[in-house]
């Protein structure tokens, strides 16, 4: 049952290295496992669009794919490259406490691959 949360631990593995004395490419590689994890398998709530204008509630894999559903798949990754549609995304990406997580774990990871970019061509 926890193994499917292994990426919250990795999180604060990454953040733990982060206040080491390690190479880039280790927080590189780091990085984008973690944000690999909360975007595309992390479980989490569907959040797509529904008719009645709600969010699914059926369970998924990750922030950007949808549930069991193909038109939620299709919703959720078209809500991510649609500029017009990221206030929808965003709405869906605070619903509950877990997602909410995700959300911020995600956020980090990029941010975190950015830095370790950054580190290794500055200290090259």
């Known amino acids: 049952m926890l193994l499917k ?23 590189i590689a780091l990085s984008a496992v973690v944000t690999l ?27 950007l794919m949808g549930c069991h559903l ?3 798949r299709w919703q959720k990754l078209k809500m991510a490259f649609v500029p017009a549609l990221w206030g929808k995304l965003n709405k869906g990406l605070w619903t509950d406490a877990k997602t ?3 959300s911020i774990g995600a956020i980090l990871g990029i941010v ?12 090259a």
């Open 112 to 123: 975190s691959t950015g830095a370790g970019i950054v580190k290794l061509f500055v200290t």
């Open 37 to 63: 994890y909360f975007m595309f398998q992390a479980p989490l709530w569907c959040g797509a669009p529904t008719r009645g204008s709600q969010m699914c509630r059926n369970n998924a894999y990750g922030m």
């Open 100 to 102: 909410g997580l995700a």
């Open 5 to 27: 949360y292994w990426g919250f631990g990795a999180a604060i593995v990454l953040a733990i290295l982060w206040s080491q004395s390690v190479g880039p490419g280790i927080l």
């Open 70 to 72: 193909r038109q939620h």
